[in-house]
């Protein structure tokens, strides 16, 4: 709380007399009334606290101390402290009040009075709470899957924060639990108990082990530091995790000669794929009437007017610096249906307004006749 101000050496005397009329001999300034109780204060750093104290009447002496020694002896201000100060809302109170308090102004501090009856000392111990500061977070990491991860969240406060993990990006349905772990160890774990959504893990943990990571447990991670005194602190840290390219999807298609046709490849992969297209052993470019479009993980391969040498079969290449797969695809020739005759010949049957007619020639019909007359 601040060194005591050196007094004027013509006034040393004045002023050791006041001290010994204020604690009278063989009384220490630390002895308490054991009949009063020491009473706990509780302030948040940066607010301020009021210690009380009363007298009996004006004519008492009273004197304020902590350990390191005096800080008001009657209006005598001995701290050099700018934020400390008497509170006198009525003539027999004998107040401090510290502004701005902060953790080195926690301890006792003892209200002494004396009395025209008997000397009395009233004991405050002051609290100081602090509100959770995260100081040092892992920084955005990246690694290939199997590894094993460890992620570093370090807080601050009083009381002692709660640390707490959470995975806030899954990114797959099937992803794998909430961490857990031991109160007390330090550590907190993937485990293979619990459910699908990246529950959080409350302990005192502040290290997060992944061991043996998956493409899954890619994304954010929410360190957050929590206790009962203010707003939790909260920090995140993203976790990329690099793993070999895998085909999702090979779309073959089929297409009529002078028509477009289109063949779809998707990989999924960190980073991101190359991809290639292969006709046989031949590396296919764009260009004669052939067109590659890539888009991260995805790859079109078009084809303007489709011929005969365009049919048969293709390969997708999807490659990075962890691996290389491919697939197969096949762009198939399309038969086109016959169109019926419009102008149907004689003997033929035609669809007229949704009936059937028989066109046959006028001599056929004589000729018939004429063999049943004659039994032919």
Request: glycine share 8%; aromatic share 6%; proline share 7%.
């Amino acid at each position: 709380m601040g060194g005591r101000a050196q007094p004027d050496r013509k006034q040393l005397p004045l002023v050791l007399l006041r001290l010994l009329c204020l604690l009278p001999t063989g009384l220490p300034v630390r002895s308490l009334d054991f009949t009063r109780g020491t009473d706990n204060i509780t302030v948040r750093q940066g607010d301020t606290a009021i210690l009380r104290c009363y007298v009996e009447d004006r004519n008492s002496k009273v004197a304020w101390l902590n350990r390191s020694g005096i800080i008001f002896a009657g209006q005598d201000k001995w701290s050099l402290d700018p934020r400390v100060e008497l509170e006198k809302k009525s003539p027999l109170e004998y107040s401090l009040r510290i502004q701005k308090v902060d953790v080195y102004d926690e301890g006792s501090y003892t209200c002494s009075v004396q009395t025209q009856h008997h000397p009395r000392t009233s004991q405050v111990y002051l609290i100081v709470q602090v509100p959770p500061k995260i100081y040092n977070i892992s920084s955005d990491v990246t690694v290939n899957e199997g590894s094993n991860v460890t992620l570093v969240c370090m807080a601050n406060g009083r009381p002692e924060p709660v640390i707490t993990w959470r995975h806030l990006t899954p990114t797959a349905p099937n992803s794998p639990p909430a961490p857990t772990g031991g109160r007390g160890t330090g550590k907190s774990f993937w485990s293979s108990m619990g459910d699908s959504q990246g529950r959080e893990f409350e302990g005192e943990e502040e290290y997060l082990e992944i061991l043996g990571i998956t493409r899954e447990q890619s994304g954010k991670y929410e360190c957050k530091a929590a206790n009962e005194v203010s707003s939790a602190d909260i920090k995140q840290v993203r976790v990329t995790v690099n793993y070999p390219p895998t085909i999702t999807e090979s779309k073959s298609n089929e297409a009529a000669t002078g028509r477009q046709a289109l063949l779809k490849c998707e990989a999924s992969a960190m980073p991101t794929p190359d991809f290639e297209w292969y006709r046989d052993d031949t590396r296919i470019n764009s260009a004669n009437g052939l067109e590659i479009k890539s888009m991260g993980s995805q790859s079109l391969l078009m084809v303007a007017n489709v011929t005969e040498e365009h049919y048969g079969n293709y390969t997708c290449v999807a490659a990075n610096k962890l691996g290389v797969t491919n697939a197969s695809l096949y762009l198939y020739k399309r038969v086109l249906p016959t169109l019926p005759n419009p102008f149907p010949g004689p003997g033929t049957g035609r669809v007229d307004n949704g009936s059937m007619s028989l066109a046959v020639p006028l001599w056929l019909l004589a000729v018939s006749l004429l063999c049943l007359l004659s039994k032919c």
